[in-house]
């Protein structure tokens, strides 16, 4: 389900979503947007299905049914969306074409251990991954995709049992190590020089993480010098930790913030379906992000009755079957009609109740 979250603060719970995509036979466990196509989103689940979305339409776009023999643990877009990177329970590592539907590259074992496996691209393009040894130790690793052969780096950690969740900030280089029921986040840097993944730093708090959000850069306050900030899930609440660089000038820090990806697409959704490319549309953060107004989603669905009868002796069987269609579509619409009429209806009866409590109020102060 997509939900549409308005400008101003509701005042009553969102109950109802835009759109309802479905197409899975089992859960669904990842999600995520296309990084330059409009209202294109990826979803995996239980069924080793990756599909591609056309949220403006609720049509599939594409669909990868072969590729995985198991349960998909990770999925990540490249910079421009042309490619993906995926890990699986098969503890394969895979390099995935979407729309020629191919694998370009696969590494098996990145990470000999049989708990899952994470992996994320680089600004550089090379794939970082999560994972554990044979010795259930969890490590890190750094690969390049031209060559699988042999990793750029790889890095043993420690024993513990969580799996490693990677945060990736583009504009830094840095990526954040988040583990399921740790209570720290570690952070590293990818360079292009040796050894390659640099440890910065750890932050530790005394409650475990049960899981983590990474606010997009964009979402940052810049007059704070604030460069990441995460959202923290306890049992029974969401604590913010922000990160920021100590800096004593006022001034806008130009090395903390180049100019990072913002809302607006690069593509629309038939274009990158094309074969079209384009990097992420750039913004400043120079004055702070300020979001443009009227970014709301209009889903349009396709009408049926604008589909043509196909021509030839099939025709006819078509043709006798066109009434049933425009039926049905009938049928739909009073239905909708029907809805609305009894949503008017109560909405009437509630500010008929608010218009009587306001002249109880107004008698009660005279």
């Known amino acids: 389900m997509v939900w549409q979250i308005p400008d101003y603060t509701p005042m009553r719970n969102i109950t109802e979503p835009i759109i309802t995509l479905e197409g899975h036979s089992k859960r ?37 049914d072969d590729m995985h023999p198991d349960v998909i643990h990770s ?19 895979r390099i995935i074409d979407p729309r020629k539907g191919q694998v370009v590259a696969e ?15 680089t600004r550089q393009g090379h794939i970082f991954t999560t994972g554990f040894t044979r010795m259930s ?12 052969e042999e990793p750029v780096a790889l890095q043993e950690m420690d024993t513990s049992n969580g799996v490693l969740l990677p945060f990736y900030d583009p504009d830094s280089s840095i990526v954040y190590l988040c583990g399921k029921g740790d209570s720290s986040i570690r952070y590293f840097e990818i360079t292009e020089e040796p050894p390659f993944v640099h440890y910065l730093n750890t932050f530790s708090s005394k409650e475990p993480q049960r899981g983590m959000g990474f606010m997009p850069k964009r979402g940052l306050d810049v007059s704070k010098c604030e460069i990441a900030r995460f959202y923290k899930l ?12 100590p800096r004593k000038s006022d001034l806008f820090q130009d090395d903390l913030y180049p100019d990072t990806p913002g809302p607006e ?4 959704a038939d274009e990158w379906l094309a074969g079209q490319d384009a990097e992420p549309v750039l913004i400043s953060l120079r004055d702070g992000y300020v979001p443009p107004k009227h970014r709301e989603l209009r889903v349009t669905k396709r009408n049926i009755l604008d589909v043509r009868l196909p021509s030839g002796p099939r025709r006819s069987q078509s043709a006798s079957d066109a009434p049933l269609s425009q039926q049905h579509t009938l049928e739909t619409l009073l239905e909708e009609i029907k809805a609305l009429r009894e ?8 500010i ?5 409590m306001l002249c109880e109020l107004v008698d009660g102060t005279d």
Do not use: Y
């Open 234 to 245: 306890h049992e029974r609440k969401c604590e913010p930790i922000i990160m920021t660089v």
């Open 352 to 356: 008929t109740a608010l218009e009587n």
């Open 75 to 93: 999925v990540c877009w490249n910079s421009n969306g042309s490619l993906l990177a995926t890990t699986c329970k098969d503890k394969t590592l």
């Open 137 to 148: 130790q969890r490590e890190l690793g750094l690969w390049d995709p031209n060559n699988f």
């Open 107 to 121: 590494r098996f074992a990145a990470h000999e251990g049989m708990r899952p496996m994470r992996a994320i691209f």
């Open 343 to 350: 949503q008017v209806q109560a909405q009437e009866q509630r």
């Open 265 to 268: 697409p690069a593509l629309e």
């Open 28 to 64: 669904v466990g990842i999600l995520s947007w296309h990084p330059t196509a409009r209202n294109v989103l990826l979803s995996a689940g239980g069924d080793n299905v990756i599909i591609m979305w056309n949220v403006g339409t609720g049509e599939v776009l594409l669909s990868l």
